[in-house]
C-alpha cells in the first residue's frame, strides 16, 4: 500500500527555520517525481516544490525561492523540505506527494497520486 509519513512540523518564530521530512514505504517510492504542497485554511491546495528522480530539475513557487530547498535521498527513500526565513504567510498544512514518472511536468494537485497525512508548520510573527 502507498505510504508517505510527514513530519518535522511545528512552531517557529518569524525568520526561523524548520525542516520537513517524508518517508515512504518501499512500494510507494518507485522512480517518480516528488513534491511538497501546502495548504492554508480557505485557501487552495499549492504547489512549494518538486524534484526529479535524478534530483537534476528541481520547481520553487516564486513564493519560496530563496528560502525553501527540496531534496531527496533516494537510498533512504526520503524526500526533505528545508524552510529558511520563515514568515507568517508560510502558515500551512504541508503534505509530500508522489508524482508519476520521473520528470517534472505539473503544479497540479490532481496529478500526483500518493499523499502524506500532512504536518503543521505554524509561523508567528
Known amino acids: 500500500q502507498v505510504q508517505l509519513v510527514e513530519s518535522g512540523g511545528g512552531l517557529v518564530q518569524a525568520g526561523g527555520s524548520l525542516r520537513l521530512s517524508c518517508a515512504a514505504s518501499?512500494?510507494?517510492?518507485?522512480?517518480?517525481?516528488m513534491a511538497w504542497f501546502r495548504q492554508a485554511p480557505g485557501k487552495e491546495r499549492e504547489l512549494v516544490a518538486a524534484?526529479?528522480?535524478?534530483?537534476?530539475?528541481?520547481h520553487y513557487a516564486d513564493s519560496v525561492k530563496g528560502r525553501f530547498t527540496i531534496s531527496r535521498d533516494n537510498a533512504k527513500k526520503m524526500v526533505y523540505l528545508q524552510l529558511n526565513s520563515l514568515n507568517p504567510e508560510d502558515t500551512s498544512v504541508y503534505y509530500c506527494?508522489?508524482?508519476?514518472?520521473?520528470?517534472?511536468?505539473?503544479?497540479?494537485?490532481?496529478?500526483?497520486?500518493?499523499w502524506g497525512q500532512g504536518t503543521q508548520v505554524t509561523v508567528s510573527s
Open positions: 518501499v512500494g510507494t517510492y518507485g522512480t517518480d517525481v
Open positions: 506527494a508522489k508524482g508519476i514518472g520521473g520528470a517534472f511536468t505539473s503544479v497540479r494537485p490532481s496529478d500526483y497520486v500518493a
Open positions: 524534484v526529479n528522480w535524478s534530483g537534476t530539475y528541481i
